[in-house]
């Protein structure tokens, strides 16, 4: 009766988003055993990028047991080195098989799709429940600082390239991404000590009556596991890219900047749009800036050094479009930003500008 209960319990209509995780999580054993068997490599393609969903899920709810169990500045590190992690896996195991523009397209999409979709779909939803929310001036001012530092960081080596040629842009690379890392570390000291009562939501934590989900080790634990299920799922997903890209139709750009961008995001668009509609926006602009921040800032720097260690140089030398879309995406936040309100219709403004940009990554090739 057991085993009877269990089975009706795994087919049965899931009643919450987490059940859904949990049902989706059942693709991690499966592309194990599709690999095994040598299924054709379309079927392992799509089965590993949708496994990769429910465990950045689940990374995302085992970092936030952890935080809430330890104290403000370890929170905050742990949310800082997990928070982009199968992004960075994706990226690594790309750029050691030479596909540099999958991985340059997938940071810039990763930064525009938290910039404009995550963030413009949680006001969207948020301003369809309440006529307008309020979120921390202050510290969506400092994000957004820091995106314009995100974007200069990664246009002027890309204008050097093409005005000079590239000479010297392993150097130039390495120097600029010293700095962006820097300038991270100065914002999580900023953020997580010196000025962390500008960067509070304990408010809005207790708002919703956030507790940990799971006790610490257990918490730890899931975290290990997942991850190593993460490393796993990227390095399938990637040695498969070549064989989706030509069976879809799909440009290397497209795949990078749309489709690994949202699919790994999927689980903060989850959380942010859940917040929102709690009338807790502020938490949902916090993930998408830290989030983007954090690609441009950590992952970034991690993947020029990295490409020296795998003999696959990664300069910061960015295409045109993906320098615009940048561009525009951190210059349309920074314009909504200023007032410390937001309703639907600024949402749907930032999710036009989104599709309008996905669209035209389409057609690159």
Not at 140 to 165: E, F, H, N, Q, W
Not at 266 to 287: D, G, H, M, P, W
Request: aromatic fraction near 10%; include cysteine.
């Amino acid at each position: 009766m057991e085993l009877l209960r269990s089975l009706a319990n795994l087919f049965a209509i899931p009643r919450t988003v987490d059940g859904v995780y949990a049902r989706l999580l059942w693709l991690v054993p499966i592309s194990i055993l599709c690999h095994l068997l040598g299924a054709g490599d379309i079927v392992i393609f799509i089965v590993s990028i949708f496994a990769l969903v429910p465990l950045a899920r689940y990374i995302a709810r085992a970092t936030e047991s952890a935080a809430l169990q330890s104290n403000h500045t370890i929170g905050g590190l742990l949310n800082a080195t997990f928070g982009n992690l199968i992004e960075l896996f994706i990226a690594i195991f790309a750029l050691r098989r030479g596909l540099v523009e999958v991985v340059k397209a997938s940071i810039i999409g990763s930064i525009v799709e938290n910039v404009l979709l995550l963030i413009g779909v949680s006001m969207f939803f948020g301003g369809l429940k309440y006529s307008e929310q309020r979120f921390n001036r202050y510290s969506a001012g400092v994000s957004s600082t820091m995106l314009i530092i995100c974007t200069v960081g990664l246009a002027i080596p890309s204008v050097y390239a093409k005005a000079c040629g590239g000479a010297h842009m392993q150097t130039i690379s390495s120097v600029v991404s010293a700095v962006l890392a820097a300038i991270y570390l100065c914002g999580l000291v900023f953020a997580l000590v010196t000025h962390r009562h500008l960067f509070d939501t304990t408010d809005e934590m207790r708002a919703i009556k956030e507790r940990p989900e799971w006790p610490l080790r257990k918490a730890v634990l899931i975290l290990a596991v997942m991850t190593m299920a993460c490393a796993y799922e990227s390095g399938l997903m990637v040695s498969r890219l070549e064989a989706g890209i030509q069976f879809f139709g799909f440009t290397h750009a497209f795949v990078g900047a749309v489709i690994v961008a949202i699919l790994t995001n999927v689980a903060e668009k989850t959380n942010a749009v859940i917040f929102a509609r709690k009338n807790l926006v502020n938490l949902s602009i916090e993930i998408g800036t830290s989030s983007a921040i954090q690609i441009a800032l950590f992952v970034v720097p991690i993947l020029v050094f990295a490409g020296v260690v795998v003999r696959q140089p990664f300069f910061l030398d960015f295409t045109t479009f993906q320098l615009l879309a940048m561009v525009f995406a951190v210059t349309i936040l920074n314009s909504l930003a200023p007032d410390g309100r937001c309703n639907w219709l600024e949402g749907s403004q930032l999710i036009a500008v989104y599709l309008i940009i996905a669209t035209v990554f389409y057609f690159i090739e």
